[in-house]
């Protein structure tokens, strides 16, 4: 049984280096920061960038094409074309990442920016984030293992595409709202 | 004190004395008094025990009380200089400050409590009080830490770097008390316990060393963090301090009323769509 001192060191340890990684500065999540956001940067906000390849992972999904594949292309070819679908797939999740957490981070800059912020929203914010990433992760693997029909991320395309629509509005929103009260270059 | 003590000893006052001198020519005081007040008060008590062992002699009960004392005014001091930086730039965030404040302010009476019961629950020994108490406070000021970095990043709020500095050297000399206490309070408690005893008197003779061996071991390390982390604040500090930040103008308050509600309802519906996709 670990005693008293063996859970003090490793919590210890653990929250040091917690701390410690949230204390190196790293360029790449400084460009995330609000120090650089501005107004401007909501219209270049990056709502939902992959939706314009929905098109064409459509039709890499579509369950026409399989059926094409498997009945017309030599077995060894159709494998090669399924598998590489399902890395296009899977690059596809990647990219509805992207879109989740671009999402989720204007939802967190604008709370950051409000004078008022709701415990509830925030909360809610949190849980959806943390459900997403165990999600995405269950999804990724079904996806690896080929345990999850392709044409299943069909449904997604179309959601994603609404999304893209309501955040250009949203963004406009935004955009309107707080033209001439924001400062340039905001610091946190 | 061994030659290795009076050696960490003086190099530890003298980053003390190199420290509140850039801590003054700077003006720290300006911006994060609290911190400020900490440099002096571990001056102070270093300059009040060096001042008791030259009186009262080294192994002297005074220089015992007087050490153990010095060490829960730092870490009340520290404390003090935690509270500063939680709130340190989030305030101007009026609608994350008002409820980043509470999750704080909770957290911190739940871990005093948590500590306060933990050193009630000790022998009445000076040592082993001291030592449970400073090392619960150090664990809150790391967990409290730990929070308050998270939320920060998680809102995109970056510390500037003399901060993060201040941060890191307080997160160091917790870390290394923390450990170090929890180590000397096993061994005060353990097979040193009769050391304390009346009933053990006989056994004070032969178990004196052993227990300035620990003290004196135990000196060593916490003398060495400091150093460090000094080292860490002087370093932060060698350079004139930037101006201050402007305070952010905010958005208006329906902006957050109107987008949140619908951003969390789409975040939903990707979780919903991704739940639909794991469904056989």
């Not at chain 1, 709502?47 to 077995?75: M, T």
């Not at chain 1, 590489?84 to 204007?106: I, Q, T, W, Y």
């Not at chain 1, 999804?139 to 595409?161: C, K, M």
């Not at chain 2, 050391?195 to 071991?217: G, H, M």
Request: aromatic residues 12%; hydrophobic residues 50%.
């Amino acid at each position: 049984m670990m005693n008293d001192l063996g859970i003090a060191v490793l919590l210890a340890i653990a929250l040091s280096g917690v701390l410690l990684w949230l204390l190196i500065p790293r360029h790449k999540s400084s460009r995330n920061t609000l120090a650089s956001f501005h107004p401007d940067a909501i219209n270049a906000f990056p709502a939902a960038k992959h939706y314009g390849y929905f098109p064409q992972i459509r039709q890499a999904l579509s369950v026409a094409d399989s059926r094409y594949l498997i009945e017309n292309a030599p077995s060894q070819v159709a494998k090669q074309a399924l598998r590489e679908r399902r890395a296009v797939a899977r690059r596809f999740l990647k990219g509805l990442h992207e879109d989740f957490s671009n999402l989720a981070r204007l939802g967190r800059i604008i709370a950051a920016l409000s004078p008022e912020v709701s415990r509830e929203q925030e909360t809610e914010r949190l849980i959806l984030s943390l459900k997403f990433q165990i999600l995405y992760t269950l999804v990724w693997l079904r996806l690896s293992t080929g345990n999850l029909p392709l044409q299943q991320l069909e449904h997604l395309t179309g959601l994603v595409g609404r999304l893209a629509k309501r955040m250009d509005e949203a963004m406009a929103e935004v955009s309107a709202l707080s033209a001439g009260s924001l400062p340039k270059g905001i610091s946190a | 004190m061994n030659h290795l003590e009076t050696f960490l000893f003086w190099s530890t006052l003298s980053f003390e004395i190199t420290l509140c001198g850039f801590v003054f020519t700077r003006k720290v005081q300006r911006i994060l008094p609290l911190f400020a007040t900490y440099t002096y008060v571990v001056l102070a008590g270093a300059i009040g025990i060096l001042l008791t062992y030259e009186y009262f002699g080294f192994y002297s009960p005074t220089a015992y009380y007087a050490y153990w004392g010095t060490i829960l005014l730092n870490a009340a001091a520290r404390s003090l200089a935690i509270v500063e930086l939680c709130r340190y730039g989030l305030r101007a965030y009026r609608g994350i400050w008002a409820l980043v404040w509470r999750v704080l302010a909770a957290l911190s009476v739940l871990l005093l409590i948590h500590a306060a019961t933990d050193a009630w629950g000790q022998p009445n020994k000076v040592a082993i009080y001291g030592a449970t108490l400073d090392r619960d406070l150090a664990l809150a000021s790391i967990v409290i830490l730990a929070v308050l970095f998270l939320i920060r990043k998680y809102y995109g709020l970056a510390f500037e770097p003399l901060q993060r500095a201040i941060a890191a050297g307080i997160c160091f000399i917790c870390a290394v008390d923390v450990i170090g206490n929890t180590i000397l309070r096993n061994i005060l408690t353990g097979y040193l316990f009769s050391y304390f005893s009346i009933n053990q008197k006989a056994l004070w003779a032969a178990l004196s060393p052993q227990f300035e061996r620990v003290r004196d071991t135990w000196s060593t390390i916490h003398l060495f963090s400091f150093m460090v982390s000094m080292g860490i604040w002087c370093y932060a500090l060698r350079k004139p301090l930037p101006a201050p930040s402007e305070s952010p103008v905010l958005l208006p308050a329906e902006v957050y009323r109107e987008l949140s509600p619908a951003i969390n309802m789409r975040l939903t519906t990707f979780n919903d769509r991704l739940v639909e996709l794991l469904k056989p």
